[in-house]
Each structure stands twice: as structure tokens, then as C-alpha cells.
């Protein structure tokens, strides 16, 4: 059977087409990598020796204390973070996760970092808690200094029996700038770590 003249453009054509696509498949996984694959934002605790393990626990009245918090961008595009310190007891509300609502105390210590799409970002987190009382059951925590900023709290913790000691903790929001809303929505992401305020007497 003789080709005719447009049947010939029409293979040059398809076999152009398929060219292209064979040349921008790596291109096109990319992309279609980048917009079907899961995007969010990583937020870690580590302790002083850049381990989960070496995070404090007991912490004596007066010494300080150094742990690194750390943000992870898996967005696809750079963001800009906002993460809030908090203090809490162990009957104060934390975040919701089901309902993706921040915790509604007050923020104590706040971190701002550009991170670039695939990087990490870590800082330290250096603290120190001094004015505690203790009274029947029941412990005061004054003051938390952190990254050399003193903050009085007042902070009230009943004696844990089972775990024997006065339990507080610090925890850390992740919050992201929004550019639609011009605002930063909290990423239902957050870290904590306990602390076991006891007095030097009692150590």
C-alpha cells in the first residue's frame, strides 16, 4: 500500500511526539513526583548531643540546659516557620490533634526560620527553671529562662506517685506562613519533652 504525503507528516509527527516525551520523561516524573507525592513539614526534638536519647529528664533547680529543636521542609517550595515555646502541667490542654487547634497557653519563647524546599533547620534550645517551691503535693514552678530569657510562670504541678516527682513540660509548635491568608496557620505538628522539677534537697 503506497503512503500518501500526509500520511508520511503524520508519522514524522507521532515519532516527533514521542521523542519529546521519551526526552522530558525525567522531567515530567519530577513534577508529577512533586504534585502527586505527600508534602509536609518535619518538626524534631534532639538532645544535647544531637540524639533523641540524650533529651533531659530530672532537672536540678539553677543548671542549664541544652536541647536542639529542629524544622524539616518537604513542601515542594521554600517557607517560612514560626515555632512557639509553651509551658504546661500535666492537666493543662495541649494541642488537638484530631481537631488540628494549637493549645490555647500562651507562647513563652518564639523561633522564626526561611527554609529552603529539602533543608533542615536547627536551633538551640538552652533553659534553665529557678524559684521552685514545693508544698504538700504540690510544686511552684517561678521562673524558666530561656535562650537567656527569663519568664515568670508560676507554674503549678501535683506530685506524680507513680513516676515520683513534680512533672511540667515544655513543648514546641510548628506554625507556617500562609501567603493566600497572609497570616501563619499552625501545622498540627508539635515536640515536647518532661521535666521532673525536683529540689536540691530532695536530690
Do not use: C
Not at 533553659?127 to 508544698?135: A, L
Amino acid at each position: 500500500m503506497r503512503l500518501k504525503l500526509s500520511d508520511y507528516k503524520l508519522i514524522f509527527a507521532s515519532v516527533a511526539l514521542i521523542g519529546v516525551l521519551l526526552i522530558a520523561s525525567p522531567v515530567l516524573a519530577d513534577y508529577l513526583h512533586l504534585q502527586n507525592g505527600e508534602q509536609y513539614s518535619e518538626l524534631f526534638l534532639l538532645g544535647p548531643d544531637q540524639t533523641p536519647q540524650s533529651i533531659p529528664l530530672n532537672i536540678v533547680i539553677g543548671q542549664n540546659y541544652t536541647v536542639y529543636v529542629g524544622v524539616g521542609n518537604h513542601l515542594g517550595s521554600s517557607a517560612y516557620y514560626v515555632l512557639y515555646v509553651k509551658l504546661r502541667n500535666e492537666t493543662d490542654p495541649f494541642p488537638d490533634q484530631t481537631t488540628g487547634a494549637p493549645s490555647p497557653l500562651s507562647q513563652l519563647y518564639e523561633y522564626g526560620a526561611f527554609v529552603q524546599d529539602g533543608m533542615n533547620w536547627t536551633a538551640p534550645l538552652t533553659f534553665s527553671i529557678s524559684g521552685v517551691s514545693i508544698s504538700g503535693n504540690e510544686s511552684v514552678l517561678g521562673t524558666i529562662v530561656i535562650n537567656n530569657q527569663e519568664f515568670n510562670v508560676n507554674e503549678v504541678a501535683e506530685f506524680d506517685r507513680q513516676n515520683n516527682g513534680y512533672y511540667y513540660q515544655l513543648f514546641v509548635e510548628l506554625w507556617a506562613y500562609n501567603p493566600v491568608s497572609q497570616a501563619f496557620d499552625y501545622q498540627n505538628r508539635f515536640v515536647y519533652f518532661w521535666l521532673n522539677a525536683t529540689s536540691p534537697i530532695q536530690l
